[in-house]
């Protein structure tokens, strides 16, 4: 029976560490648009950055849909990596790319039929009226960033990640670049404020899909393992392979998602500017978020390598590592917002009674970014390992079932207002990574002793 000994969790540590770095920085890099556009349509007013989470928050939906559907593309192509089977992986990236293009036009479609109801979120008068054009130039940009995903997910997966990261980072500059051209109207062009900020995120995600494009095929190193022709008709096959693993997975994403985006909407009942300090609050925590995630899409192409080498020794050590590395970082960030949360918040927003609620609710996240940290992680473990049905109704139960009634109930019947809320989110974190830890745990193949 093998053993789970310090060296081996310090051995395969190092190497997920050494693969999560570029994946974190890659995911970071993305989370800096957002925080940009916070901090820029934030300068607009409490209004438009009302306005921008409320579309933003719907349109989470769609990406992270699009964003679990294209994970599969990360799962199979480590797999085939591990069996050596180039063709696996250059069908996998094309036919991602078939499931990206078509949940980011159904994306738009939605949004175009949603669009004239938006007086039926309970949101404040102005806020609805002033999200209408920029959430339907935002749901365009869908498109090309599911499909982005899709391709960085092969790359990621073919141990690659620093040419997309480095795409990606143009592209997160780009879109502040243009950001400050469209909203306040510099170089002739004129200041068309939030909408220019829309239309600054539209143009940037379509040049990083091409730049990623465009650097897979002409990559000699990749050569072998992308697309020979990207405009064959999709492939049965390989599109229900794909499905079979992204489905249950964007279900776990839209789980924990949608809570997010239910209480944003619940958020803005109580006034514009509860939902402006929660924009910026989930801005900040989502960035320190990215490290987490990073490190449990390594481990997800890590586990998936040795699942298809059939090296399952390496699996517990593998799961050990990539806990307390999430455990750490999770004390950092932890820290900061504790340490902090004046600071951070001023430099977001002016208003005196957003700047009160966002400074409460950094010290709020201070306590979920543990259970964040480690159900995203042990969720990448278990997609390694094909395990992906089961988890995802697991995150059904703790974020509708336990999260969301627990926070309405805190916020209402409490009074506890906008950190009520938060509080019952963090309790559908906490118990989502308990119930995956475990779930992890067992499904690891084998009785392991600490030596």
Known sequence: ??????????????????????????????MLVGLADTLMVGRLGVVPLAAATFANSI???????????????????????????????REALRNGLFIGLLVGLLSVGVALLLTPFFHYFGQDAEVSSAAGVYFLIVAVSMIPAIGSMAVKNHADAMDHPWPAFWIMLGGVALNVLLNWIFIWGRWGAPAMGLEGAGIATLLARVATLAGLIAWSRQSRTMHDWVPRNWFRPPHGPSIRSLIKVGLPTSLQLLAEVSAFVVAAIVIGMISKEALASHQVAISCAATVFMVPLGLSMALT????????????????????????????????????????????????????????????????????????GLQIVSMGGLRGLNDVNVPAWLAVFAYWVVALPVGWWLAFHQDWGVSGMWWGITLGLSLTA??????LWRKSGFIAKVS
Do not use: C, N
Request: proline share 6%.
């Open 59 to 89: 349109l989470y939906l769609p990406l992270m849909f699009g964003i679990g559907m294209t994970m599969a593309v990360s799962i199979r192509v480590s797999q085939a990596r591990g069996a050596h089977d180039p063709p696996m992986a």
């Open 1 to 30: 029976m093998p053993s789970l000994s310090r060296a081996s969790v310090f051995r395969e540590g190092r190497g997920t560490l050494i693969l999560a770095i570029p994946l974190i920085a890659g995911q970071v890099s993305q």
């Open 301 to 372: 192409v890590r586990i998936g390598e040795a699942w298809g080498a059939d090296a399952k020794e390496r699996l517990r050590p593998l799961v050990v590592s990539a806990w307390l590395v999430a455990v750490g970082f999770s004390l950092i960030g932890a820290s900061i917002f504790l340490l902090f949360p004046e600071t951070i918040a001023s430099g977001f927003l002016t208003d005196p009674t957003a700047l009160q609620l966002t400074t409460t609710l950094l010290i709020v996240s201070a306590a979920f970014q543990f259970g964040d």
């Open 434 to 439: 308990l119930l995956l830890g475990v779930r």
